[in-house]
């Protein structure tokens, strides 16, 4: 079993920058971290932004997302990382970590374990 809690959202101007962070515990080696979104309006539909494997030497990102989010891994304090700069109003939406099998995956069925989510808000 795997619990996963994201922390770290708000609300933001336009070019600013957030730092979320997903702290897990249970049995949670060997899962790769996943970061989704999920828009306004857009309910039944998650986003693949970013994921990361274990070892944190894998990382993958949504090509909307490229060179502005940076995801990281920390094992000793079992948590993932999303360092989020040069934020626009489309990065809007409640920001959710997952754990999966199959890092690197950016179908949500691949992973099993989600947390709750954290609101990001970027005003224009």
């Known amino acids: 079993q795997v619990q996963l809690a994201e922390s770290g959202g708000g609300l933001v101007q336009t070019g600013g920058s957030l730092r979320l962070s997903c702290a897990m515990s249970?049995?949670?080696?060997?899962?790769?971290i996943g970061w989704f979104r999920q828009a306004p309006g857009k309910e039944h539909d998650r986003e693949f932004v970013?994921?990361?494997?274990?070892?944190?030497?894998?990382?993958y990102y949504a090509d909307s997302v490229k060179g502005r989010f940076t995801v990281s891994i920390d094992n000793f304090k079992d948590t993932v990382y999303l360092q989020m700069n040069a934020l626009k109003p489309e990065d809007t939406a409640v920001y959710y970590c997952?754990?999966?099998?199959?890092?690197?995956?950016?179908?949500?069925?691949?992973?099993?374990?989600w947390g709750q989510g954290t609101q990001v808000t970027v005003s224009s």
């Open positions: 249970g049995t949670i080696s060997r899962y790769g």
């Open positions: 970013a994921g990361i494997n274990w070892s944190g030497s894998d990382t």
């Open positions: 997952a754990a999966t099998h199959i890092a690197g995956s950016s179908h949500p069925q691949s992973y099993t374990y």
